[in-house]
């Protein structure tokens, strides 16, 4: 839960490690708050002035009255295991554990009708790699790469567990199918996940190995669908959405995973416009039009618990209106890469129609 903004769906980060070393950062994707763990006391004790972070180290330091604050963390010997990230594998090297990888895991028919009705044909979902994440046997996963000569170090998902073998960070709770995410030489650089049940309250988690022993971030990258010297492409927000726009489309999509996620972005457009990019049409989700009127048809659980004036029909739902202001910061922030770049910028809206 953000202690900012409030927003519980997961879009406060807390990164521990990074590199093998601690970091101690966080961001928010929802509100934007972010720092180190300085600020987040200071900011969180309401601390002032030039000092203040001074002052937050000093009662950081006595509350910890001399304690060790990674006790239990990395302890070598004690039958802890350590926590050291290894550095990110480069793309030819996950790409070729990645495509490996797909070939060793089914689709399930379940997962398989949930695609073909979102209008994927059985040659589209093929060719896409989609395939489910696996119940059990994720270690003979990871020992079955080893002997076929992959490496998995630096591959982010995998990490070495508490028995000391290589292992696989499928879970219960990441349950569901994997949507490749692609750069824009085609090559796999990271798996979205999705879930089959949601997770606090998120439909999508990324196949990532972050704070595991030897393990890896995935750095929620991008992905690029269709021709990358197109002269126009589509923008949308998610790694499924922009797949099915391809796929239904035949136009070439670059899908961001969340609309607030903007370095990777900014990079693709500038190397798609040196390849003779011209036009960006914006597709990012149509709650960008949301009504912020309080209709009680938010969500069930949210929409019982609201405090608010369930009477007046001009209330604003709080909710609503931070998820439309997030999409629209979004498509703002798009607008001004574009601006930036010299690229047309043209919004969309999806047909609402079914057709």
């Known amino acids: 839960?953000?202690?900012?903004?409030?927003?519980?769906?997961?879009?406060?980060?807390?990164?521990?490690?990074?590199?093998?070393?601690?970091?101690?950062?966080?961001?928010?994707?929802?509100?934007?708050?972010?720092?180190?763990?300085?600020?987040l006391y200071a900011e969180l004790k309401g601390l002032c002035g030039a000092d203040r972070f001074k002052q937050a180290y000093r009662e950081i330091k006595e509350a910890l009255a001399g304690r060790d604050p990674y006790q239990g963390v990395s302890v070598a010997g004690k039958g802890i295991v350590s926590l050291k990230e290894e550095q990110p594998a480069d793309l030819e090297q996950k790409d070729r554990v990645y495509r490996r990888l797909l070939e060793l895991l089914p689709l399930t028919a379940v997962h398989r009708d949930k695609l073909l009705m979102r209008g994927f044909t059985e040659t589209e979902i093929q060719e896409l790699g989609f395939r489910s994440t696996p119940l059990s046997g994720t270690e003979s996963l990871a020992r079955?790469?080893?002997?076929?000569?992959?490496?998995?170090?630096?591959?982010?998902?995998?990490?070495?567990?508490?028995?000391?073998?290589?292992?696989?960070?499928?879970?219960?709770?990441?349950?569901?199918?994997?949507?490749?995410?692609?750069?824009?030489?085609?090559?796999?650089?990271?798996?979205?996940?999705?879930?089959?049940?949601?997770?606090?309250?998120?439909?999508?988690?990324?196949?990532?190995?972050?704070?595991?022993?030897?393990?890896?971030?995935?750095?929620?990258?991008?992905?690029f669908l269709g021709n990358p010297k197109s002269k126009v492409i589509g923008v949308t927000e998610g790694i499924l959405k922009a797949e099915a726009a391809y796929a239904m489309s035949g136009c070439s999509f670059l899908g961001v995973p969340g609309v607030n996620q903007y370095r990777e972005l900014g990079k693709a457009l500038q190397t798609l416009k040196e390849n003779g990019l011209e036009e960006v049409r914006e597709y990012y989700d149509m709650d960008k039009f949301l009504d912020v009127r309080c209709n009680r048809d938010y969500k069930p659980d949210i929409c019982r618990a609201c405090t608010g004036n369930r009477t007046d029909s001009g209330t604003v739902c709080k909710q609503k209106e931070r998820k439309r202001e997030q999409i629209r910061d979004g498509c703002r922030r798009l607008y001004e890469i574009c601006d930036a770049l010299g690229l047309s910028c043209i919004r969309q809206v999806w047909e609402m129609d079914g057709e």
Not at 27 to 33: E, L
Not at 200 to 210: A, E, G, H, N
Not at 212 to 219: A, D
Request: include cysteine; proline fraction near 4%.
């Open 1 to 39: 839960i953000c202690p900012f903004c409030g927003d519980t769906r997961g879009k406060m980060n807390f990164r521990i490690m990074k590199g093998g070393e601690f970091a101690n950062t966080y961001h928010c994707f929802c509100c934007g708050a972010s720092g180190n763990m300085l600020t």
């Open 144 to 223: 079955k790469l080893l002997r076929e000569g992959y490496s998995l170090s630096g591959i982010p998902g995998f990490f070495v567990n508490r028995q000391q073998n290589w292992d696989a960070a499928f879970y219960k709770k990441n349950r569901g199918f994997l949507c490749p995410a692609y750069d824009l030489s085609g090559r796999i650089s990271g798996f979205q996940i999705r879930l089959d049940v949601p997770y606090d309250d998120r439909k999508y988690l990324w196949f990532s190995s972050t704070n595991q022993n030897r393990g890896t971030g995935s750095g929620s990258p991008i992905t």
